[in-house]
């Protein structure tokens, strides 16, 4: 799996071949495909080629998957006993990415794409929720707690002063 460190809107990203990232807006179109101009670093499983500022040989390409805003980020002035409050908001506008190829110019060979989970059948999802469902009936039901014998109340004393009169 090829590494590369790549700048994009004087920012720096770790690109790996065969994932996305996510970069400030570019103007290109979804589809479209691109090679990064500024390649920082390489690395390549025990092959580490670092650029002194930039590698010139490697190209990283890229191919725009999609446009899309990021978190929302509100800002909330406030002065007390002023009545000011000024609230505002922001969403950053992000460019994804999926790194194509990492490599030399004219080389050629074949991205290793990441493999997704294991997906589990249904059946046998639901088979292993009826089988803990089972499981949990067999078991016996926990006793009630007997609980201790209740005392009778105490008989409230009054705590008025009785008074004598003379």
Do not use: W
């Not at 191919?63 to 006993?81: L, M, N």
């Not at 292993?128 to 004393?157: C, G, H, L, N, R």
Request: hydrophobic share 35%.
């Amino acid at each position: 799996m090829r590494t590369a460190i790549v700048e994009s809107g004087g920012k720096q990203y770790r690109a790996v071949e065969g994932s996305t990232i996510d970069v400030d807006r570019l103007t290109y179109e979804v589809g479209k495909s691109f090679d990064f101009e500024r390649v920082l670093m390489m690395l390549d499983e025990d092959v580490v080629m670092v650029g002194t500022p930039t590698v010139g040989e490697i190209k990283v390409s890229a191919t725009v998957v999609e446009h899309v805003k990021g978190p929302k980020v509100v800002s909330f002035k406030y002065r007390p006993k002023k009545r000011i409050r000024v609230k505002g908001g922001h969403r950053h506008q992000y460019t994804r990415l999926m790194i194509d190829f990492i490599g030399k110019a004219g080389e050629e060979r074949q991205v290793a794409k990441k493999q997704a989970a294991p997906v589990v059948e249904p059946v046998e999802a639901v088979e292993a929720m009826e089988e803990a469902k089972v499981e949990k009936q067999a078991k016996a039901p926990k006793e009630a707690t007997v609980k201790k014998s209740e005392k009778a109340p105490a008989a409230k004393k009054s705590t008025a002063k009785k008074t004598e009169k003379k």
